[in-house]
């Protein structure tokens, strides 16, 4: 068994450093879709000392992780030094509000009661990975156990909001979820060779690659150069999970949700920004394929997704919503305006609120209710600092 995976050395990102490095708000004109100098990313070259084993469970048979860098980035560091780094999650909370992106992005705050959620999604979407890649369920159950790390005993107080969450409820989650797809999936994983792509405008990549050569595209890495206004914008992303549907390629991106499945809930999704900048990618990843758009796969995991009385759906599938080339230019254009933006507010030491309907589901809600002045001691008390690790988008 050939197991692979990058060494843990990752260098400490902080955002907060990254953003004062940022450039300074161009003129808006048309996307230019088309890449500029091409001279330094014709190719992507293995990098040899990310080649380690590691241990059982994560691992599948016969698949190695690779990770690459274009050859303008000699190593990792380097990279890391010279990209000013923007993801799609990122992007995503500067355009939900900008107060949202200083405390989410620049103070890098996480609410404390909402650790127990993330890592349920965290693990679900990791089983899924697994088990798209080809594993059995004993290995996607392995490494949802893996990522979750709080063991079968981790309970939340009886009064908690996500009470429910624990080891067992996610067990029964993942195992129903297995079975709906074996019967409902209407598309395969998305494997190509390395001749099939256009890694022109690649970076780095992170994915695994089968004994065979090919690539599993199931949560890769892609860290990729657009233009925008005659300027290079780079922008980064794991896009779930890219499959084939009916001749052409289909983002398939996995949602876990404590709210029932519903067109309405699905609709929030309709025209993501995330997702569209995972299509843009795509499309300049693979030339040789039509690319139709992108597909939400919806897990409810609230309480009563482990009851037998519970009608509502468990699982369903929404889309695909079909994007236009412009629907994906836009999208570049919005995260690379966004981008602008933060560095707008950095230099006016203020980050607007939105204050609106959006209120409503913000996990940063109880700060704003806050008086400005007590704002401090509520941080100390409901918040978390996150880490981000470069690379981990
Ligand atoms: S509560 Fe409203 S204003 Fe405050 S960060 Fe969230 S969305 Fe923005």
Redo the contacts with the bound molecule.
């Keep these: 068994m050939k197991i692979v995976k990058p060494t843990n050395g990752q260098a400490r990102h902080s955002r907060l450093s990254r953003l004062s490095r940022a450039g300074t708000a161009g003129d808006t004109q048309a996307v230019d879709g088309t890449p500029g100098s091409r001279d330094e990313g014709r190719d992507l070259t293995p990098v040899a000392r990310d080649r380690v084993p590691v241990t059982p469970p994560n691992t599948v048979e016969g698949l190695v992780e690779e990770f690459s860098l274009s050859p303008r980035f000699p190593t990792r560091e380097a990279l890391e030094a010279e990209v000013d780094f923007w993801d799609a999650t990122t992007a995503q909370w500067v355009g939900?509000?900008?107060?949202?992106a200083e405390?989410s992005i620049r103070l890098g705050l996480e609410r404390r009661e909402e650790a127990p959620y993330l890592a349920a999604g965290k693990s679900l979407h990791a089983a899924l990975a697994v088990y798209y890649a080809g594993a059995p369920d004993e290995l996607a159950r392995a490494e949802m156990h893996r990522i979750w790390a709080l063991g079968p005993d981790f309970r939340l107080p009886p009064n908690h909001r996500f009470a429910h969450l624990h080891e067992g409820h996610l067990d029964v989650v993942l195992e129903n979820y297995l079975e709906h797809a074996r019967r409902r999936d209407v598309f395969t994983p998305l494997r190509l060779k390395k001749e099939d792509l256009d890694l022109t405008d690649v970076l780095a990549a992170k994915w695994l690659l089968t004994p065979d050569g090919y690539i599993v595209f199931g949560e890769c890495k892609l860290v990729m150069r657009f233009e925008v206004n005659g300027e290079e914008f780079i922008y980064a992303g794991r896009p779930d999970l890219p499959a084939f549907m009916s001749g052409s390629v289909m983002l398939v991106d996995h949602k876990s949700t404590n709210s029932y499945l519903s067109e309405w809930w699905a609709d929030q999704h309709r025209f993501s920004n995330q997702l569209r900048g995972y299509c843009a990618m795509f499309k300049k990843l693979v030339p040789k394929h039509e690319l139709t758009g992108a597909m939400i796969n919806g897990l409810y995991i609230g309480a009563k997704a482990t009851s037998k009385e519970f009608g509502g759906s468990r699982f369903a599938r929404f889309g695909p919503y079909p994007y236009q080339p412009g629907h994906l230019a836009e999208a570049i254009r919005n995260q690379y305006t966004w981008r602008k933006m933060m560095t707008v507010y950095e230099q006016l030491g203020y980050y607007p609120?939105?204050?609106?309907k959006?209120?409503g589901g913000?996990?940063?809600?109880d700060?704003?209710?806050a008086s400005p002045a007590s704002r401090a001691s509520v941080i100390q008390r409901q918040y978390v600092a996150r880490s981000f690790n470069f690379l981990d988008f």
């Design positions: 939900d509000c900008p107060r949202r405390y609120q939105h204050a609106s959006l209120c913000c996990p940063f809600a700060l704003c209710e």
